[in-house]
Every structure is written in C-alpha cells, then in structure tokens.
C-alpha cells in the first residue's frame, strides 16, 4: 500500500490521511537529521496536534533488537495500563530465521534482489526526492510530519542514529522503507488495520448522508435531492419528445413534400392487363385472362355513384370515412404490433387502401404503413371525400378478373353500377376482403351477412329490409368475361391461382402486373387424362363422378388434371381437390409405419373375419378369411383385419397419421384437416381420415422415387411481362427433393421399395398390370357405404385407385360426392378395381406408350422374408352373419363441410371395404409370398 492510498492512524476518521500533517514549517521533503532534534511526546489515541510545552515523545527502538531499551507504550484511553487490542489475525508471514547483519559502520546489507543504497552527503537530499522548498525559493511550513505510533518493537527512523556502532541514517519517507530494507513488515505494508477497516477506507461511491467534508461536498438537503430528480425527469421528458414527437413531424413533413398521389386513371391504365398461361414445354399457350372491360374500363364520375353503394363500401371497409383524416392511429398501431410480433394485417382505411393499390405495394411492414400515412393524408387535403371514394371505387379489385365497381357490377350481375340494390352492393363491397374466393358459396354468404349486419349497425340500412334480403344470385362466370381456358382446364387455372396466392402473389397483383404463369402441365399428359376418362366413364350412370391427377415422382409437377367435365348446370365442382375417405388406399402408411419399426413383410397375422379390437368389429371384404396372414398377403388380398391389428396393437395410429405426412399427406386440406383425430379408422382410410386424389397422387410418387419427397405444385414458373424471373420451380436445387422416411436417404430409399414390393403383386392380382410388362405398383381402395340406421351394408359410397411407375404415379377417385352407393351401368358394385382401376390402367398405357422403361430400385428387404409355404386358407370367404357375433360398434363424429358438394356420412369403426372380382389365378412369388387366395381385392 502506498501513501497515496487512504491509510490511517488509529481512530482517525475515514479520508483523513497522514499527508495533511506536516506542519506549515516543513517543506515539501523531510530534512536530514542534525542530532539536535528535540524529543517528541507519544501521540494520543485521536493523535491531537502536539501543543507547545509538552514533552517530546520518546523513540522507539527498532524492531526485532531486544537489546535496544525500549520507552513504556503509550496507554489507551479509559483504561491504566491497559494495551492496545489485538488486531485480526490475518494470513501468517513467514518469520525470518536470520536477521541480515548490518556491516559495521555501514547501512544494513539490502535484500537479495535490492540494489545497495549509498547515504547521500551531508547536507544533500536522497536520490529521487524532489528538492525542499526553501530549495525552490518558498516559504516553509509549519506543519511537522509526525511520525507513527506504531507496536511494540517498532522504532522510528530518527532512534537508528542513537543505536550505539550504527551509521546515523537520515529520514525518509515511509515508502522509502520497501526499497531500503527498513520496512516494517519487510515489503512496506502496514498491517496494523484489519480487512474490514481497509474496506471501508477504501469505500467509494455517492451518498447523500456522509459527513461533511468527506469527499469535500456538503450533504444535500431534501430541496436539492428533489431538484436533481426533477432534473433527470426533464431530460427524460425532453428526449422522449423530441425522439417521438419531433422527429416524426419532421419526418411527416419531409415525406410530405416528396410523395405523389397518381390519380385513378394512372392506376386504372396499369390494371388493366392480359395474364398468359403456358404449358410445361414453355411455349404452348394454354389461354389468358383478359379483363372483363376487355381493357376499355369505363371511370365513375362521383355523381355516378350511388349513396348505397357508399354505404355499403363504408360498412365493409371504413365506418369512419367521412369523418377520418385518412388515416387510422389504431390501425399503424396495430401494424406495428404484428410487424414486431411477426403477425400480418392492420386497419388501412379506404384512403390508404386507394395508396397501397397504386402503388402496387401490400407489403406488411412500417415503412409500408408511414408512407400510406403521408399519401393518405396529403390525399384527404387536397380531394374531397367525394371524389376519394370515387377513385378507390374505380380501382379496386373486386373478384372475377373486375378492376372498379362498374366492372363489377357487369361481371357478377350483368347490370350498371347505378342501378346496384342494398343487397348486390354489401355483396360486392364483402369480396373487396377476399376476391379470389368469389366462387365460394359460403364465403359470399359470410361476407355479404357481416356487410348487411354492419350497414344497420351504422344506421344505413333499415332492420326490416335486412330480415327480407337474400344474397344476390350471380350470372355463370362464362358470362361475366371472356374465358380462354374453359371446361377440365379451368380448374388448372384456379389451382394456380391458389398456390400462387399462397406464394404471396393474389389474384389482383398477378392481373394488375399482367405476369406470365408457365405451368406444369404437360399438353399431351393432359388430353390424354380426359380422353381416358371419357372413354371409360361414356354410358356410365350421369350421377357417377370423376377425378384424375397425374403427378411427376422426379419433380413433384403435376402433369396431367382432371377435376370433372366442369359443365354448366351439370358438374361444376373441382373433384380432383375434394376430400374424400381413401379406403384401403391408405393401407401403405400403414406398413411405412410397421417397416420404419424393423418389422417386415413376413410378420403373420390373424386375418380372420369378423375379429372385435375392444368394442369395434372389423370385416374383411366379402368375410375373406386368413387365420395366418402374412403382411406380403394381407396387402395383396386387402386384408383389413390384419391392417387393423397392426395398427390398433403395435404401430398405432399417430405412426400411420405420421408416416402418411412423411409421403406428403398434409396436415391441413382445402376445406378442413386431412386427419383430425387418427384411431383406428385410420388403418383403412375410413373415420375421420379425408384427403384429395392430389394429395394421394403426390404422396405415392414418394414411393415411385424412392423415398425423396417433392412438393406437388402447378406452376413451374412465374415471370413479369417483360421476362424477369419472380420464381423458379424447375432449377435443380427446387427439384432436389428430401429423404421422407428417415434422415438417411438409404434407409428412406428402402422402406419405400419394400412398400413398392409389396404393392406389385396387387395390380396383378387386379388385372392391372402395366402394358409392355413394365414395373408398376398400385393400391385400390374402396369406401363402405353406411345406412341412416347405422346398420352393416355391403355396399360402397367410393372408390379409388393410386398406382405409379417410375416415371409417373396417378390416382383416381369415383363416387357421387354424397353417402350413397355406387354401382356402374350394369348394376354392379363399384370396387376399386372396377371403374377407377380402368381409368387408371388406360391412362398409364397411353401416357407410357412410347416412352423407355424404366426399373424400380432393388432394395433389400427389411426384418422378416415371407416364405413360400402356402398356409391353410380353407375358411370359408361368405360374409360371416352378424348374428354368432355381438357388435358394438362406436360412432365418429361427422365432420361438416364448410364448403363444396354434399358430403356423406363418415364410416364408422365397423368398416369393410370390398372387391367382388373373380378368382385369380396363383401368382409367382416375389419374396416368397403366398398367393393362395380367393379373397376379392379392395
């Protein structure tokens, strides 16, 4: 510790060090001493300043000389003869076993490592002192250094001259004691004061209750401490202001004066243009979208507009239009929330929406929202409301292809805006939110209710009128513009536009922006889904229908989609993206599920029909019987018991719900969740379970490539009109694909060629084996059909069948789109094999026909072979009576249908789906598999 530290005497105050006690006499450095120094008196307990006439005190030898006579220790005070209490005990110091010897009539020999200090002079000053201050010329003080009091043993400088045979030593200062070898404790530190007293010497920081004179401030009064507090809150008022309020306005301002407001015809001159389409091959056009105006929009002046039609968009978009500044405080509020939270939306008014549509920007961010702001403002200083409401009405999008509300009101009812009712202008003012979904019954139903709602909320409409109205009808969308892509193929159109809204490019901006949309699909693949199609189907009840999707397993395009014959009056529902029960066509997941566990083809099971799992009751199709069922069998034969076993008992059924998203089953459909609560059901694809002939298609194409996943899509492109890129499906990193079911592309690859090998011998036992001999596997699949009195029909409501090559995997859906049952011109029952089968096998011969052939991957197979021993299977194949067996039978919940046809009634767990074929012959085995049967393939 240095003397520059805040060391003390004993029961000196905190701060108050020895450097303030020389007297005014002394000078800046201690003098050399003469021999004729008068003795000092021992310094009291508090070392009050020496006063004149008292005796000097008495040196102390030095320490560590016992023959050195030693004056009595001063007394403490209150006590007679009492000494001086002992200090904490802190670390021992090593003692020193031999005192350096001092050489006769010379200084102490310095410590190994210290340099040998020569006296100086008599008269001169020690080396490294600065000179004294009668030296420089200025007057001495009379403050007198005392030297300490320190224990017993220690002796001050000036009592080494006294020592008899010693060199008289001139003072120094108490640092110098470190570098001299006279220190007390041999490495200059004092030790007298214990930890705690060090501490609070050495104590810093501020506080308003010290003692005065401390650290030189003056305690501060209560009217000081507030007036600084008032202080801090100052500047933090003044900086909050200014960072949120000044700054901004002088923001506002600039931004002010640099926007500009297009007028509606500006805007109207960019929307006003024409989308193509292209097939795959990049070059065929497959028709455009050509506005309803035909690009001659006809501009509303403001007194064209009715007062309805303005109440009508103010009850949908900005209740408080007439009285706004063009802007809404809550809505950027509300954007900056979710814009920090990472949600999407606000509350633009019709000012700002008008902005945001001729700017062509609908990003969801802040800078979005401010610049919206300014326009929006500026806008409302220099227009009317009149004439505001007038240009947002002429440019906003409103659904089927119509830019303003004069297009509008031509494309959905064939009449002038002017002569618009309450009821036809809440519809059109509801579809401002959602124009793309103007097709959607239901969705016209919500938003023309909350518009009529809101209308008498705000005093626009009367009670009376709104308990009469009714939604308005729409003329056929034939009619409201000129349509290019007309019949099957303008279902492709409407699934572009979905998947490119979903990429974030809707209806409007894609038709504003006229982009060019390159498609996914293939002209040929195309023509010849619909030839198939039609070829089969021609003479079939008019009640059936039908849906085919082709899906490219390399790439995940869709080549080829058929939704329906999309007739008016007749059949104009998307098939080909209705969610539909799958049947046994799920029975794949199933065994993904039991293969991703090591289990194998050759596992056996009791296929018995009927077999009870708890309180639900199983059947086989037709009560086909197989006691000892190999997994290889039970695929090939469509054994449901079996597949319930697996399922119920060892995979369960959120392994099947799992390894069916692994293939890409989504977890959401159009209308509602694909499986919403998997039991048991799931095992035969009947409960709850729905999914599309698009989903089925692109989840067996995971199986045709090997166990790389591709996302199905229909644009494979997407570009500007004038040729610049927004999007690529095609590069080679967008085609990549993922391993779906393990992170090990080779164990992904096979599991899938193990479910492959076990879906070949099912189109054979079918008679749908690919023409040529080529390599094809397939699952059929049916849907049991269920009375209103929940008693056991065989009869079945759909059928499916899903098959794939190498090169293009396919599947096909029938039905009627309600619970009934099927059955086809000749009256018989409609299985998997029968009428989708043959949709199925035609367009898979004539879209392979010409192409080279191409070979599944060999895998190996995984856990147990299935052997060539051919198991007893003489049980008998009639429906077993329902009567030797009590059934209970639990009820599902029946999903509703938001949307689209009339829905049947879900299965419930007492499901059998059913294939009433002719016997087949034996079969070759392919690992071994018995191919004794007589059991219909469902």
Known sequence: MSDHGNRRWPEQEPGQGRHGQRSAGDSAVPRWPTGDEPARQPRQPRRPQQQPGQP??????????????????????????????????????????????????????????????????????????????????????????????????????????????????????????????????????????????????????????????????????????????????????????????????????????????????????????????????????????????????????????????????????????????????????????????????????????????????DEYSVTRKWTELVKAFKMNNEQSKDEIITAYLNTIYFGRGAYGIQTAAQAYYGKDAKDLDASEAALLAGMIQQPGRSENPEVRQQRWSYVMDQMVANGWLRQQDRATAKVPELIPVDQAKPETITGPDAYIKYRIKAELEAKGYPEEKVQSNGYKIYTTIDPRAQDLAKKAVNTVMEGEPEKLREALVAVDPKTGAVRAYYGGPNKPGVDEYDWGNAQRNPGSSYKPFDLVALLQRGKGLGEVYDGSSPRKFGNTVVRNSEGGQCPRCTVAEAMERSVNTVFYDIVVNEVGPQSVAEAAMQAGIPEKGPSRETMPSPDGNISIGGGTTEVTPTQMAGAYATFASGGIRHETHFVAKLTTADGEVLFDETGEAATQGE??????????????????????????????????????????????????????????????????????????????????????????????????????????????????????????????????????????TSTAPTTTLPTTTTELPTPTHPTGPPTETMTDTETSTSEEEPERPTILPGWGRNTASDTPTN
């Open 56 to 361: 000097p005190r008495q040196p102390r030898p030095p320490r560590h000389n016992p023959a050195a006579q030693q004056p009595a220790s001063p007394q403490w005070p209150g006590e007679a003869g009492a000494q001086r209490p002992a200090r904490p005990q802190g670390p021992q110091r090593p003692q020193q076993t031999q005192r350096t010897q001092r050489p006769q009539g010379g200084r102490a020999a310095p410590p190994p490592g210290q340099r040998q200090q020569n006296p100086p002079p008599q008269g001169a000053r020690p080396p490294g002192t600065p000179p004294s201050r009668a030296a420089r010329g200025e007057p001495p003080t009379q403050q007198v250094r005392r030297p300490r009091q320190g224990r017993a043993g220690a002796v001050p400088a000036t009592a080494a001259a006294a020592t008899a045979g010693q060199e008289e030593r001139e003072p120094e200062l108490i640092t110098h004691r470190a570098y001299n070898g006279t220190s007390r404790d041999g490495d200059g530190y004092d030790r007298r004061w214990s930890d705690e007293e060090e501490q609070r010497s050495h104590e810093s920081g501020f506080d308003d209750d010290e003692p005065p004179g401390r650290r030189g401030k003056a305690p501060l009064t209560p009217a000081q401490r507030r007036k600084r507090r008032w202080k801090f809150i100052r500047r933090g008022l003044y900086a909050f202001v200014g960072l949120f309020m000044v700054l901004p306005a002088i923001a506002f301002a600039i931004t002010y004066f640099l926007v500009e407001v297009p007028s509606p015809e500006e805007v109207a001159a960019d929307q006003a243009k024409v989308v193509t389409y292209y097939y795959a091959d990049g070059k065929t056009e497959m028709g455009r979208d050509i506005p309803p105006d035909g690009g001659n929009r006809q501009i509303l002046k403001s007194e064209d507009v009715t007062a309805v039609v303005r109440h009508a968009v103010y009850a949908a978009e900005d209740a408080t239009f007439e009285t706004n500044a063009g802007f809404d405080i809550t809505g950027i509020m509300r954007a900056v929330w979710n814009q920090a939270t990472g949600g999407v939306g606000g509350g633009s008014t019709i000012s700002q929406q008008y902005i945001k549509v001729a700017t062509e920007n």
């Open 739 to 876: 391993p779906a079911f393990s992170d090990d592309p080779e164990k992904s690859k096979q599991i899938a060629g193990n479910v492959t090998e076990s879906l070949k011998p099912v189109l054979t036992h079918s008679d749908l084996e690919c023409a040529d001999d080529r390599d094809c596997a397939g699952k059929t699949g049916t849907h049991q059909y269920e009375a209103p009195n929940g008693e056991y029909v065989n009869e079945n409501a759909q059928a499916w069948m899903v098959g794939y090559t190498p090169q293009i995997s396919a599947a096909v859906w029938v039905g009627t789109g309600g619970n009934e049952p099927i059955r086809n011109a000749a009256g018989g029952r409609i299985y998997g094999s029968g009428l989708p089968g043959e949709i199925w096998k035609e367009f898979m011969d004539s879209y392979l026909e010409g192409m080279p052939e191409e070979k599944f991957d060999e895998v190996e197979p995984i856990g147990k072979v299935p052997t060539e021993e051919v198991e007893d299977d003489s049980s008998p």
